[in-house]
């Protein structure tokens, strides 16, 4: 059975990703996988350097990670920039 797209194109926007296999519209991604397996490097790559975004909301266990703080240090002067916080961080309980 074939099923149509019900998109409206005015609602899907210009949105586009630097890199071809990367979704071309709005998303939600969730890691998983046991301790030292290389979920928090994954997520700082394809942060850093595969996704164009206005906002990201990051929400970990713990944000004193040096990653973590890493990259609340780097986004820190780009929301200054822009005038409005790209990076939303949290370590309460979803």
Do not use: W
Not at 28 to 54: A, Q, V
Not at 58 to 74: C, G, H, I, P, V
């Amino acid at each position: 059975m074939k099923i149509p797209n019900y998109d409206i194109k005015e609602d899907i926007g210009n949105y586009k990703q630097l890199y071809q296999f990367m979704p071309d519209r709005c998303f939600r991604m969730l890691i998983c996988g046991p301790s030292g397996s290389g979920k928090t490097n994954s997520l700082l790559h394809t942060i850093m350097n595969l996704l164009y975004f206005d906002k990201c909301y990051l929400y970990a266990k713990n944000l004193e990670q040096s990653k973590y703080e890493y990259l609340m240090k780097t986004f820190k002067p780009i929301s200054k920039e822009v005038g409005y916080d790209i990076l939303e961080v949290s370590n309460v309980e979803i």
